[in-house]
């Protein structure tokens, strides 16, 4: 049938910093396409009541806290995963900082530390945790969420741009070494997303003139939309995918301001 493309009814998906914005709007829309879902933040109460509302809607959702900069709570996030829906077939990779906001120079220790902890490190924690069952059952779809500040420069956020671009290189190199075992690995790629992270931005006039008139479809886009690209990597629509970078964001980065 048509809408099996799009499924994902018997699958389980992880994914990480889901209580807002971009990644709640992947658990959601992965649970409604049929996933089994547990989303989770460093925010328990969050990841407790954002659970108990879906639920409420009939979908297949679990909240397990956990803070990916330290690697004993990402393991514990995969042992309580799997402990509740045996297996993890959708890795999705979502939890970000920037803590720093200026020229890269200027950032600190901590900064550096804090910034690819968890925007990089806790990547790699994670996937080699889940990875490896996936390639058992041959079949399994992690998907890392980059960002367009890790595809060129930028004054505003290069050390939160340049984990990203980490991320996207990441994502190929997992996708070479999995690829064999049918594991495929991607990363998706958001322009301005009107969500609470982005919300500096969107507050700036200057900036977000200047940037939609840069961006062909002269709109910051919604947490929806990407997840729209979530589901399809992460289903058979997307299944000779892999090692890509998937940019979402309008056209901002082909755009000439014309």
Same mark, same amino acid.
């Given at each position: 049938?048509?809408?099996?493309?799009?499924?994902?009814?018997?699958?389980?998906?992880?994914?990480?910093?889901?209580?807002?914005?971009?990644?709640?709007?992947?658990?959601?829309?992965?649970?409604?396409?049929?996933?089994?879902?547990?989303?989770?933040?460093?925010?328990?109460?969050?990841?407790?009541?954002?659970?108990?509302?879906?639920?409420?809607?009939?979908?297949?959702?679990?909240?397990?806290?956990?803070?990916?900069?330290?690697?004993?709570?990402?393991?514990?996030?995969?042992?309580?995963?799997?402990?509740?829906?045996?297996?993890?077939?959708?890795?999705?990779?979502?939890?970000?900082?920037?803590?720093?906001?200026?020229?890269?120079?200027?950032?600190?220790? %901590?900064?550096?530390? !804090?910034?690819?902890?968890?925007? #990089?490190?806790?990547? /790699?924690? @994670? &996937?080699? +945790?889940?990875?490896? *069952?996936?390639?058992?059952?041959?079949?399994?779809?992690?998907?890392?969420?980059?960002?367009?500040?890790?595809?060129?420069?930028?004054?505003?956020?290069?050390?939160?741009?340049?984990?990203?671009?980490?991320?996207?290189?990441?994502?190929?190199?997992?996708?070479?070494?999995?690829?064999?075992?049918?594991?495929?690995?991607?990363?998706?790629?958001?322009?301005?997303?009107?969500?609470?992270? %982005?919300?500096?931005? !969107?507050?700036?006039?200057?900036? #977000?003139?200047?940037? /939609?008139? @840069? &961006?062909? +479809?002269?709109?910051? *886009?919604?947490?929806?939309?990407?997840?729209?690209?979530?589901?399809?990597?992460?289903?058979?629509?997307?299944?000779?995918?892999?090692?890509?970078?998937?940019?979402?964001?309008?056209?901002?980065?082909?755009?000439?301001?014309?």
């Amino acid at each position: 049938m048509p809408g099996d493309l799009f499924d994902l009814s018997g699958k389980v998906a992880l994914v990480t910093g889901a209580t807002r914005g971009i990644g709640r709007a992947i658990a959601e829309e992965m649970a409604r396409h049929g996933a089994r879902v547990a989303l989770s933040s460093n925010e328990a109460q969050a990841c407790a009541s954002v659970a108990e509302e879906l639920r409420r809607e009939g979908l297949d959702v679990i909240g397990i806290p956990c803070d990916v900069a330290f690697r004993e709570q990402a393991e514990r996030l995969v042992a309580e995963t799997i402990e509740a829906f045996g297996k993890i077939d959708i890795l999705v990779c979502n939890a970000g900082v920037a803590p720093h906001m200026g020229p890269i120079s200027t950032a600190s220790d %901590a900064d550096w530390d !804090l910034t690819m902890t968890v925007n #990089l490190r806790s990547v /790699l924690w @994670l &996937t080699s +945790l889940v990875i490896p *069952g996936m390639a058992a059952r041959r079949d399994g779809s992690v998907i890392i969420i980059s960002s367009i500040a890790g595809v060129r420069g930028n004054k505003a956020i290069g050390l939160y741009g340049l984990s990203k671009a980490a991320n996207a290189q990441l994502a190929r190199n997992l996708a070479v070494e999995w690829g064999p075992s049918n594991v495929r690995v991607n990363a998706i790629s958001p322009g301005l997303i009107r969500t609470d992270f %982005a919300r500096p931005l !969107l507050d700036d006039a200057k900036f #977000l003139e200047r940037r /939609l008139a @840069l &961006t062909p +479809l002269r709109r910051a *886009g919604t947490s929806r939309e990407i997840a729209g690209v979530a589901v399809m990597l992460a289903s058979a629509a997307g299944a000779f995918m892999t090692g890509q970078n998937v940019i979402v964001d309008g056209g901002t980065t082909i755009g000439d301001g014309s």
